[in-house]
């Protein structure tokens, strides 16, 4: 089955404690991107990568990192996550030139 | 930048009736590809219906279509005879360029039985 799959699916954790969202595709997508999302605020792209060792930042990057070392995965990693992290997080992943993006099931990640 | 507005945050609608859930976009590319998502209380995120700017016809599917008014940068949802499952957040996006999708914030729509 075609999948974006991301884990944790949901984690508490405290502040300054490092952590990192993983998120890997089985559809051979060469662009991969990470959102949060907000209420009232709608997704907003965090990081993007185009293809492997390509990444760029995107409308929010302060506070997280990426990297994107093998195709089919890109890690979110939070190296001292804050209470203003605490959201909910989409993976997604696409073909290039395809348009559509295919997302993971979400993670929901609050920092106390 | 690429921008993308939604300008209804809440809409209702009677089961079996239709909506029309609003979208304005603002892009300087020529090739593009606009998104309607539906976002249930699963948070999963759904593709609804895409349209490729450089189609004129206005993409169906099944129960849902779009008015894509490309001079006016408009790309408006109609879902016809509403149902209960079509409860959710509609997202309006839009992909332009170097891949970047961007949303709008959401349209909460919450069909009345």
């Known amino acids: 089955e075609a999948q974006v799959t991301q884990n944790p699916r949901y984690l508490i954790t405290v502040t300054g404690k490092k952590l990192t969202v993983t998120c890997s595709q089985n559809m051979n997508h060469e662009y991969m991107s990470w959102y949060r999302q907000d209420p009232g605020l709608g997704l907003r792209q965090i990081y993007y990568?185009?293809?492997?060792?390509?990444?760029d930042k995107g409308d929010v990057p302060e506070g997280y990192k990426v990297s994107r070392k093998e195709k089919r995965n890109f890690p979110l990693i939070l190296e001292s996550p804050s209470p203003n992290q605490t959201s909910l997080y989409f993976c997604a992943s696409s073909s290039q030139g395809a348009g559509e993006l295919f997302f993971g099931e979400g993670s929901r990640l609050t920092v106390l | 930048a690429q921008t993308v507005t939604q300008s209804q945050p809440e809409m209702s609608v009677q089961e079996a009736e239709t909506v029309t859930l609003s979208c304005t976009y603002d892009?300087?590319?020529?090739?593009?590809?606009l998104f309607w998502y539906k976002q249930p209380p699963s948070r999963q995120m759904i593709l609804v219906i895409r349209q490729e700017a450089y189609k004129q016809q206005n993409a169906t599917e099944n129960r849902f279509s779009v008015n894509f008014q490309k001079a006016a940068k408009s790309f408006s949802l109609k879902i016809s005879d509403s149902q209960l499952g079509d409860t959710a957040m509609y997202f309006c996006?839009?992909?332009?360029?170097?891949?970047?999708?961007?949303f709008g914030k959401g349209t909460k729509l919450s069909v009345i039985p």
């Open positions: 996006a839009l992909r332009a360029g170097s891949y970047q999708l961007t």
């Open positions: 892009t300087s590319e020529n090739n593009y590809y």
């Open positions: 990568s185009m293809n492997v060792e390509v990444t």
